[in-house]
């Protein structure tokens, strides 16, 4: 007999702190670059009715030693209901001997591990004198890399820009009232993209930030665009920096930021400079020069998740937390 734990997303928030994800995405990146994990590629269903998607995402890893896989589904109208747009789970089974180990919460996981990914690209890739932060965005995901962002440089400026003003604005005040410090919002993306760091996670599918708004020196995340026929970014973001990806193999798979580009002859495969791994790694350099705009691509990979997982059910274990059952 063999027990299942299903750990909820409030404890996944408590047991799996953004600066301690940083660490574990660090870890994830480097096997990743050195084939300890093998990853399948994503699998998105329409579902009937609506526009909503189901998705799967399957792997399996040598270190931590699991497999398994995020099962989501995507619900673009469950913000206005103020529930997530991403529902679903995280499973795990033990590698050696295939026993389910653990059902975890994918919202709260997905939302730290994709922002603690963007962190470590930019404590990766960004200049170490770094100070101001523009985000792109006014959800879940904008609020986890304000948080993350922070412990990867001395942000001391955030400026929020979203197609809606008004969640801009309550954001900003959400994160002033929570001793966020010096956030604000803008009504204008040329200021926000003007940050020594620019982070765009919009549900946008066309280009919201304009490579002509970069400074000489910024560092840009593109996370919130997830298919090859969407992107927030114009052609002149890519032409102008120096690129790097969580995994090639998906990014020319499922990056509209790049295969858009791609297919109109403004940039090529071999002009992905390095995997973030490769760079953790020594095998790939990163920024080499303060003038440089360095961007990293961020789909998110089910490595991040499993590591992640694997993290909060040992945690779960070694505390009493969550809810098991018998199989």
């Known amino acids: ?17 953004v600066g301690v994800c940083i660490e574990l995405m660090a870890d994830a990146m480097r096997a990743v670059s050195a084939g300890q994990f093998a990853i399948a590629p994503r699998l998105f269903t329409p579902l009937i009715g609506g526009d909503a998607v189901l998705g799967l995402m399957p792997g399996s890893s040598r270190k931590p030693p699991v497999y ?6 995507l619900h673009p109208g469950n913000p206005a209901r103020g529930l997530p747009w991403l529902q679903g789970f995280v499973v795990l089974f033990d590698a050696d001997r295939g026993t389910p180990l653990a059902l975890i919460e994918g919202s709260q996981l997905t939302a730290i591990r994709t922002a603690a990914a963007s962190a470590l690209a930019t404590r990766v890739l960004a200049r170490g004198d770094a100070v101001s932060h523009g985000v792109f965005g ?9 948080e993350a962002i922070a412990l990867a440089r001395d942000v001391r400026r955030v400026l929020i820009w979203a197609r809606s003003p008004a969640k801009a604005q309550a954001l ?12 604000s919002a803008t009504t204008d993306p040329r200021e926000a993209a003007a940050c020594d760091i620019v982070t765009t996670v919009t549900g946008a599918s066309e280009p919201v930030l304009r490579g002509e708004w970069l400074e000489p020196g910024a560092h840009v995340n593109l996370v919130g665009a997830h298919t090859p026929t969407t992107r927030e970014a114009d052609d002149e973001v890519i032409r102008r920096s120096a690129l790097y990806v969580d995994l090639r193999d998906s990014a020319l798979r499922e990056a ?3 295969l858009i580009p791609m297919r109109s002859g403004i940039m090529a495969a071999s002009d992905i400079v390095a995997e973030i791994g490769e760079v953790l790694a020594a095998a790939a350099p990163g920024r080499t020069d303060p003038g440089q705009i360095t961007l990293y691509k961020s789909l998110g990979i089910v490595a991040q998740d499993l590591v992640a997982a694997d993290h909060v059910y040992r945690a779960a274990c070694e505390q009493g937390v969550g809810t098991t059952a018998a199989l």
Request: proline share 2%; hydrophobic share 45%.
């Open 138 to 146: 006014a959800g879940v995901q904008a609020a986890a890399h304000v």
């Open 68 to 73: 398994g896989a995020k099962v989501i589904g």
């Open 256 to 258: 509209g930021d790049l």
């Open 172 to 183: 900003a005040a959400r994160l002033r009232s929570g001793g966020g410090g010096d956030v």
């Open 1 to 17: 007999m063999s027990t299942l734990r299903v750990v909820s997303g409030a404890d996944v928030r408590r047991l799996l702190p």
